[in-house]
């Protein structure tokens, strides 16, 4: 069962159409990213190894949803380091498995993390 920290597919979906869409974050760990040519069509690649680096730069007030393959520990793992650090993050329930098996949106090319920031907005 999918706890009170998770979003489904089909609501991350309605939310990303939204006016204030959630940054969504690519967190599986590297030999499944590596062995995965897709990622969500809206997501970053956000390195669960490096969270401390990236996770930072998610600004204050902004909402973050995180995936792995299934939408287990990994997922579930970073965003309670990121609510911890006082992120509003959710887990996608179900993983990237999940939303390509309802068809959702997802895409083919990766995309690299962004450059760190040398400054932190407050």
């Not at 970053?44 to 401390?52: C, L, W, Y």
């Not at 309670?80 to 179900?94: D, M, N, Q």
């Amino acid at each position: 069962m999918d706890g009170p920290n998770s979003i489904s597919s089909r609501d991350l979906f309605e939310w990303l159409g939204t006016a204030s869409p959630p940054l969504v974050f690519d967190v599986r760990r590297a030999a499944a990213f590596a062995a995965d040519s897709r990622m969500l069509a809206s997501a970053e690649r956000g390195a669960r190894d490096k969270v401390v680096e990236w996770g930072w730069q998610i600004a204050a007030g902004r909402h973050a949803v995180v995936y792995c393959v299934y939408g287990h520990e990994v997922s579930q793992e970073v965003a309670r380091e990121l609510r911890e650090a006082g992120i509003e993050a959710r887990y996608l329930a179900g993983g990237i498995t999940g939303w390509a098996e309802l068809g959702l949106p997802l895409r083919t090319e990766k995309a690299e993390p962004p450059p760190a920031r040398e400054d932190r907005a407050q």
